[in-house]
């Protein structure tokens, strides 16, 4: 651990993602300050998002909390995209329309002033959770982020593995099936395209379209435009079969990405988190009879597949590990 000349400072964390904007001033022990949370409005596109991120951060450093922004250390960003960590550049992200080559650390650096870190937004939750929640003392754990999208955060040996380009992690663009609908990527038949948020989402919008009878819609307020993977599950929730059987194929897919993971990488845990994790076992237990099914004997019997610990707040907790193991 790097963190010994920071244990007395306060750190700043951000969780950038394709829906939500995260924001929370913490100490070296996690002791949450201050925390902020708004809309992202990826729509708006590259220039109003980060203005938003800039109102986020000016709201937790604003907090009676937060005494004087000189005692924070650095500020820490995880990012719902490919992310160049050495320069601190957003190169593409699936769900940020427009953002191509966005130098966003150095934005960060220069309107606070502050040592600001960057990486993408679910290897920054995995160091969280390696950290902090579920995965301590954990050597070799895999974190799956399903919420807009799909991403990963690898743990191999202790350390976190980025690969060489710092971009190891980008699971949810594995090909399930090269004749796949089409990604937010550009590629057909990933897995983020079959178990997403927002995969789920289109699945249900479909099936309301084509006159199948649910109460989905209802959850919405009669908006189709407002039908989400959260209207899904509370419909399912109340026993709904079309949104029970939505969320078990979205469940059944999750299992498929899944047996790939623990083929290839053989890990002691994989955490489940993002915000499809709160469908709870409606979600994990046809992923986990896929597992049982598919995997290789040997490595399905010494992976745990669990929620993970911290729920939400994985990312910006995670953005204060980025600070503190930083030189």
């Given at each position: ?314 990312g910006v907790l995670g953005a204060v590990a ?6």
């Amino acid at each position: 651990m790097k963190s010994s000349n920071k244990q007395g400072q306060l750190i700043l964390g951000i969780d950038l993602g394709g829906s939500k904007i995260s924001a929370i001033v913490a100490d070296a022990k996690v002791d949450i300050k201050a925390r902020d949370g708004r809309d992202t409005c990826a729509e708006q596109g590259p220039e109003e998002v980060i203005g938003r991120v800039i109102q986020s951060i000016k709201q937790v450093m604003a907090s009676p909390r937060v005494t004087s922004p000189a005692n924070i250390a650095g500020i820490g960003i995880g990012v719902a995209g490919f992310c160049e960590v050495a320069s601190g550049v957003i190169t593409s992200a699936p769900n940020l329309p427009g953002w191509v080559n966005v130098p966003l650390r150095d934005i960060i650096q220069r309107e606070f002033g502050l040592p600001t870190c960057l990486d993408n937004d679910v290897t920054v939750a995995a160091l969280g959770e390696h950290r902090f929640g579920a995965g301590v003392g954990i050597d070799n754990l895999i974190y799956v982020g399903v919420g807009t999208g799909i991403g990963g955060g690898i743990i191999v040996n202790g350390q976190l593995y980025r690969g060489t380009s710092g971009t190891a992690g980008e699971i949810g663009h594995m090909i399930i099936d090269d004749q796949g609908p089409r990604c937010n990527c550009g590629n057909l038949g990933c897995w983020e395209a079959f178990a997403s948020g927002t995969a789920l989402t289109a699945a249900a919008v479909r099936q309301i379209e084509a006159g199948v009878q649910t109460t989905i819609l209802s959850f919405a307020n009669g908006d189709l435009n407002k039908v989400s993977a959260h209207t899904v599950f509370l419909a399912a929730e109340q026993g709904d079969k079309l949104a029970s059987d939505l969320i078990r194929r979205t469940g059944y897919y999750l299992g498929v990405g899944l047996v790939n993971l623990i083929n290839i990488f053989n890990p002691e845990l994989i955490l489940i988190g993002g915000g499809l994790s709160q469908m709870g076992q409606l979600l994990l237990a046809p992923a986990a009879e896929v597992v049982k099914e598919r995997a290789i004997e040997l490595p399905a019997k010494a992976v745990r597949i669990e929620i993970g610990r911290l729920g939400t707040d994985a990312g910006v907790l995670g953005a204060v590990a980025l600070v503190l193991d930083a030189d």
